[in-house]
């Protein structure tokens, strides 16, 4: 059974950085092309960064630039370093195959106000 825990979410200031974690589990991770996506209030669900078995990376316009996506096979964990956020990066943020294919996971809060 899959189970994704996110972490890392908070509370920070126009122009400030997050890193998220999301440590995986009940899969073979480093086999699994992951990614991380977000919910804003009334919002669909949507991928902001995908990472491949090999490492490649791809982001959301919105996000580009800003956002970076990496993974640690060995410790079955992938994260998400967030800098100069905006108030509109605000969301639930959770980690997922990229196609979004296993349970969802309770998600991280990130709420950029000032």
């Known amino acids: 059974q899959v189970h994704l825990v996110e972490s890392g979410g908070g509370l920070v200031q126009p122009g400030g950085s997050l890193r998220l974690s999301c440590a995986a589990s009940?899969?073979?991770?480093?086999?699994?092309?992951m990614g991380w996506f977000r919910q804003a209030p009334g919002v669909q669900r949507v991928l902001v960064a995908r990472?491949?078995?090999?490492?490649?990376?791809n982001y959301a316009d919105s996000v580009k630039g800003r956002f970076t996506i990496s993974r640690d096979n060995a410790k079955n964990t992938m994260y998400l370093q967030m800098n100069n956020l905006k108030p509109e990066d605000t969301a639930v943020y959770y980690c997922?195959?990229?196609?979004?294919?296993?349970?969802w996971g309770q998600g991280t809060q990130v709420t950029v106000s000032s």
């Open positions: 997922n195959h990229f196609n979004g294919g296993y349970s």
């Open positions: 009940g899969m073979s991770f480093s086999s699994v092309a």
């Open positions: 990472i491949s078995t090999g490492g490649s990376t």
